[in-house]
């Protein structure tokens, strides 16, 4: 296989993120995959026309978004693709913007709602099981005012466990984690948990039952209840009210 030369950086304020660049193209023009080693950061350097110190910033700059990994005392090599470091970029960037988290809301409630059928028509009755075991322990917390934010990720995670889908796994857990992230700022929490875990058992049942045209309706629903929460958390801090208990976990 004849290897593609890293075309030199032209001069710039920041050659090390230019360099990023050249590193990204030299991987896809050559076709390599996790676990590829790249050349030694010195001949990088020198093919880049750069010194090694932008060299080494470039490296680990593509290192801490999990392009790349430095085996010490080996070298550099190109890293299996993984969804961790959007999901902790995404989440801390998110903290912020409640009006980004409502975007981010509408992505999942289309990609839940969208993809429940496909749930459907492979879930077995372990699935179905364990979902029924999730918000019987919802319903017992709710009852005793403890919060059941751990339950209700677990449930929507059980929800697509089924469709061996990484990518969309990543993205219900990106949700999680800004939503959660985002409860630190408005103090968000969930006054009715009782009504949530209504909710999620109303899905369950209409899984149990293979009924995709209630399941719809029953997901929709839960996330316009979502959307009211976010809504009335967000009145209450514009106008200096002190928002529902933190202690009451977020609605998700």
Not at 234 to 241: F, I, P, Q, W, Y
Request: glycine share 6%; charged share 25%.
């Amino acid at each position: 296989m004849t290897i593609k030369p890293i075309k030199p950086v032209e001069r710039a304020p920041l050659l090390h993120v230019t360099a990023q660049e050249s590193l990204r193209v030299y991987i896809v023009d050559n076709d390599l995959k996790a676990g590829d080693p790249l050349p030694p950061e010195s001949a990088l350097a020198l093919q880049l026309g750069i010194g090694r110190n932008s060299m080494r910033e470039a490296i680990k700059a593509l290192e801490s978004v999990g392009v790349l990994e430095t085996r010490r005392g080996i070298g550099v090599f190109v890293k299996e693709f993984s969804f961790q470091p959007l999901l902790d970029n995404l989440a801390y960037g998110l903290q912020d913007s409640l009006r980004d988290i409502d975007e981010l809301r509408d992505i999942r409630r289309v990609l839940e709602v969208g993809l429940i059928e496909r749930t459907i028509a492979l879930i077995g009755n372990d699935d179905i099981a364990e979902l029924r075991r999730v918000t019987d322990t919802m319903h017992a917390k709710a009852l005793r005012h403890e919060p059941i934010a751990a339950e209700d990720q677990e449930f929507h995670q059980l929800l697509f466990r089924c469709q061996n889908n990484r990518m969309l796994t990543a993205l219900l857990e990106i949700f999680w984690l800004a939503f959660y992230k985002a409860s630190g700022l408005a103090d968000l929490g969930n006054p009715a948990p009782l009504d949530t875990w209504r909710e999620h058992q109303s899905i369950v049942d209409a899984i149990a039952a293979r009924d995709v045209a209630g399941a719809r309706l029953r997901l929709d629903a839960h996330y316009r209840g979502i959307q009211d929460l976010v809504a009335l958390n967000r009145e209450k801090v514009t106008a200096g009210v002190k928002p529902v208990p933190a202690s009451a976990a977020p609605k998700t």
